[in-house]
């Protein structure tokens, strides 16, 4: 086989997620397992849950189904309520709380027959200007949706743009827009994600949505998360599976990008963008070889990549080389490929095996 696997520590993932409950104690929380549990196997992840979650957070019906075939009376969250009216029915079957982000997902819904009332999260774009309704625009639905036959709890939630970057202003703007709207008689509230979660206890309410923490990675750029008490879930590892000499003057890789300045020993490496791994990642990203830091050299390509091993004379054919996980943060390989922790982890393909560790 291949030597390219991605290990998932599935009980990092349940520190994660008891870590975010320890930051607010009381309050219930989403974990959010949209897009395959961010790549790391939306089964594995809710059956590693699934004694501990309050509730799940998926992006779609076909996500919510899955999660529930899995867990038969989790409250789960669909975070941008259904794309159609004829979705509503099948959200009714499957019990879900039903996220209401703008006048025509409230007209639907009212217009609907269903076999149950839904639990409705009215979205307030309080600032993100993404999703959502205006306040005042919440303040004139909110007396038909809590009349409505089809809502059982009618309750408000909002997403922060900016709580990744501690100070923003706008963090403040969307937090007072929420909180002007606490003269409504909402069920229940929820309006942090991961880094509010982590750093703004006025903005915990009665549910917490953690999500990119769950699986290790940190929100923040200038806090690592080993320095929030995150373990990493995702381990890709693959091994050398050539070694040569370069001479100086001499290039390695698709357009001659990285040319050797001295003799070099240069590595190739079982893992490329048609992995996950980002094409667009420049020579000096980060990589371990044998537990040794090296750094990438030459384009990736679609099923290698190269690194230098220059200053590794003993590493050899067969040595493993970790491309991110416990020992190399997949934020810091995500800084060097000027991207973030989340689009490296989700865009982990189908075709890398998955190794679970459940203890």
């Given at each position: 086989?291949?030597?390219?696997?991605?290990?998932?520590?599935?009980?990092?993932?349940?520190?994660?997620?008891?870590?975010?409950?320890?930051?607010?104690?009381?309050?219930?929380?989403?974990?959010?397992?949209?897009?395959?549990?961010?790549?790391?196997?939306?089964?594995?992840?809710?059956?590693?849950?699934?004694?501990?979650?309050?509730?799940?957070?998926?992006?779609?019906?076909?996500?919510?189904?899955?999660?529930?075939?899995?867990?038969?009376?989790?409250?789960?969250?669909?975070?941008?309520?259904?794309?159609?009216?004829?979705?509503?029915?099948?959200?009714?079957?499957?019990?879900?709380?039903?996220?209401?982000?703008?006048?025509?997902?409230?007209?639907?819904?009212?217009?609907?027959?269903?076999?149950?009332?839904?639990?409705?999260?009215?979205?307030l774009d309080s600032g993100m200007h993404r999703l959502g309704l205006s306040a005042d625009e919440v303040r004139?639905?909110?007396?038909?949706?809590?009349?409505?036959?089809?809502?059982?709890?009618?309750?408000?939630?909002?997403?922060?743009?900016?709580?990744?970057?501690?100070?923003?202003?706008?963090?403040?703007?969307?937090?007072?827009?929420?909180?002007?709207?606490?003269?409504?008689?909402?069920?229940?509230?929820?309006?942090?994600?991961?880094?509010?979660?982590?750093?703004?206890?006025?903005?915990?309410?009665?549910?917490?949505?953690?999500?990119?923490?769950?699986?290790?990675?940190?929100?923040?750029?200038?806090?690592?998360?080993?320095?929030?008490?995150?373990?990493?879930?995702?381990?890709?590892?693959?091994?050398?599976?050539?070694?040569?000499?370069?001479?100086?003057?001499?290039?390695?890789?698709?357009?001659?990008?990285?040319?050797?300045?001295?003799?070099?020993?240069?590595?190739?490496?079982?893992?490329?963008?048609?992995?996950?791994?980002?094409?667009?990642?420049?020579?000096?990203?980060?990589?371990?070889?044998?537990?040794?830091?090296?750094?990438?050299?030459?384009?990736?390509?679609?099923?290698?990549?190269?690194?230098?091993?220059?200053?590794?004379?003993?590493?050899?054919?067969?040595?493993?080389?970790?491309?991110?996980?416990?020992?190399?943060?997949?934020?810091?390989?995500?800084?060097?490929?000027?991207?973030?922790?989340?689009?490296?982890?989700?865009?982990?393909?189908?075709?890398?095996?998955?190794?679970?560790?459940?203890?």
């Amino acid at each position: 086989m291949r030597p390219l696997v991605a290990t998932i520590d599935l009980a990092a993932i349940v520190h994660n997620y008891r870590l975010a409950k320890r930051c607010a104690p009381g309050r219930q929380a989403f974990a959010v397992v949209k897009a395959n549990a961010y790549g790391h196997g939306v089964r594995e992840v809710v059956s590693a849950l699934h004694d501990e979650a309050d509730g799940f957070a998926v992006a779609s019906l076909e996500e919510a189904a899955e999660v529930r075939a899995m867990h038969g009376e989790a409250r789960i969250l669909l975070l941008e309520g259904c794309f159609a009216a004829a979705e509503l029915p099948m959200a009714a079957h499957l019990g879900l709380d039903l996220v209401i982000q703008g006048a025509e997902q409230a007209e639907a819904l009212l217009a609907a027959e269903l076999p149950r009332a839904l639990n409705v999260w009215l979205k307030l774009d309080s600032g993100m200007h993404r999703l959502g309704l205006s306040a005042d625009e919440v303040r004139r639905q909110f007396p038909c949706l809590r009349a409505a036959a089809q809502v059982a709890e009618l309750n408000l939630m909002s997403h922060f743009a900016c709580a990744d970057e501690r100070g923003h202003s706008l963090t403040e703007v969307q937090l007072e827009s929420f909180l002007d709207l606490l003269d409504l008689d909402f069920d229940q509230r929820s309006l942090a994600n991961s880094a509010a979660l982590l750093m703004i206890p006025a903005a915990h309410m009665d549910w917490l949505r953690p999500g990119i923490m769950l699986y290790g990675a940190s929100p923040f750029a200038d806090l690592s998360a080993a320095e929030l008490g995150l373990r990493p879930a995702m381990s890709l590892s693959g091994e050398l599976i050539a070694v040569r000499e370069v001479a100086p003057g001499e290039s390695v890789g698709y357009g001659a990008s990285w040319v050797a300045e001295r003799p070099s020993r240069i590595g190739t490496v079982s893992c490329g963008y048609a992995d996950g791994y980002p094409r667009h990642a420049p020579n000096g990203t980060p990589v371990l070889v044998a537990g040794q830091r090296a750094a990438l050299a030459g384009r990736v390509s679609m099923d290698m990549l190269t690194v230098d091993l220059s200053d590794l004379p003993e590493t050899a054919v067969g040595d493993a080389v970790e491309l991110w996980g416990a020992n190399l943060p997949v934020d810091e390989v995500a800084r060097a490929a000027g991207t973030i922790g989340y689009e490296l982890l989700t865009k982990v393909t189908a075709r890398v095996p998955r190794r679970y560790l459940s203890g």
